[in-house]
């Protein structure tokens, strides 16, 4: 849980996990995918998390599978929201 309460803090929008577990938006079929967050950071937020827990391998592997099988927010931009346009002439 801390994972993500950090990843969706940071996530754009920003959003209030616990907040969000409160609210039917999370029993809607792909929900988190409004939400993005590098990948990059994700895993450094994963890393820094089990750095700091002193997870073992086995320890870190388990989180690993529960938390990128789970609802983190899409590691990509979606190319229809990028602010940049491309013109075709």
């Known amino acids: ?4 309460r950090q990843v969706y ?3 754009e929008p920003s959003a209030d996990f616990d907040e969000l577990l409160k609210t039917e938006e ?9 939400y993005y967050l590098p990948q990059e950071r994700q895993e450094e937020i994963f ?3 089990c750095e700091k827990k ?3 391998q086995c ?4 989180i690993s ?4 099988l789970g609802s983190l927010p899409s ?3 979606k190319q229809n929201e990028l602010k940049e346009k491309v013109v075709i002439k």
């Open 54 to 56: 002193k997870c073992s």
């Open 26 to 34: 999370v029993s809607k079929e792909n929900w988190f995918m409004k």
């Open 75 to 77: 590691g990509v931009k």
């Open 9 to 11: 803090k940071e996530a």
């Open 59 to 62: 320890e870190k592997k388990k």
């Open 47 to 49: 890393n820094e998390f």
């Open 1 to 4: 849980m801390p994972i993500y």
């Open 65 to 68: 599978f529960e938390v990128w």
